[in-house]
């Protein structure tokens, strides 16, 4: 709610007793309940609003008189939470924004109306209370939940990733083709015997396994953990290669087609499962 004035009739002081002598009083009627305006105890009192307005289970917005800081409050609660009751007083005309949100309205010079709105009041801080994550924020709506911004952008990130997975299995399997070709070259050429430097890529599959940021079945990551074994036990014997040729150069030819076959069905999977994601929403 306004801090100063904001019309002749509603000055500061208004303010202030609107909130002690109507505000607080109603909703301290629960003794639950304790009501209060953000106030700086030190420092900054921004930062005291910011955070009063992020960890409140109920924050009672005030629209009349349309006061900007109290649509930038409201902005910065509804990006948080719900749990945000609007009121203002009769009379006034809310911006288009606002206007589809339940506001409730205060009728100074009409007793039976306000008794209403009294009435009203109590029961939307109680709902807040007692049903925490009710939505009555278009922002959290919109950004969070199934078929909302937040899974648009959480599935854009899954495809990318998977595009690296797809990337690195390609490039392992360029990278088999031609070790296994090297060590038919060494075989037949012994003077112009060479140690290739390239290592398999596993990062990514790493990244699938430990975050599993995809919706697949456990067979899905099973045959990426049996990708990434293989891929990091071939790259540990490459490691030995100039001190122990022979044998590396026989466990290469012998796990050749069993690697290349592990990858590419990894890779298949792994298609399906980005086409699956591109085809949402």
Known sequence: MPFSQTTDEHTEEYWKEHFENFLKPLIEENLDFEAR??????GDILKQIITDLVVSPVVVSNLTDNNTNVYWELGVRQSFKH????????????PFDIGGKGTLFYYPKNHLKMKGFVKQFKEAI???CSHPDRPDSHVLETISGRGTLFEIFRRDEAIRRLDAVLSECNKNLLILKAIAYRVRLNQQDIKNYKVPADRFRIIAIELLITNRYVDEEWAFFELAERCWNQLYGINEQLNTWRISS??????ILKTNEETKNIIEGFKAKVEVARDKLSKQF
Do not use: H, P, V, Y
């Open 126 to 128: 109680q709902d807040c």
């Open 83 to 94: 749990g945000t009751i609007t009121i203002a007083e009769e009379g006034i005309k809310l």
């Open 246 to 251: 022979d044998s590396t150069e026989k466990f």
């Open 37 to 42: 305006r953000s106030e700086a105890l030190r």
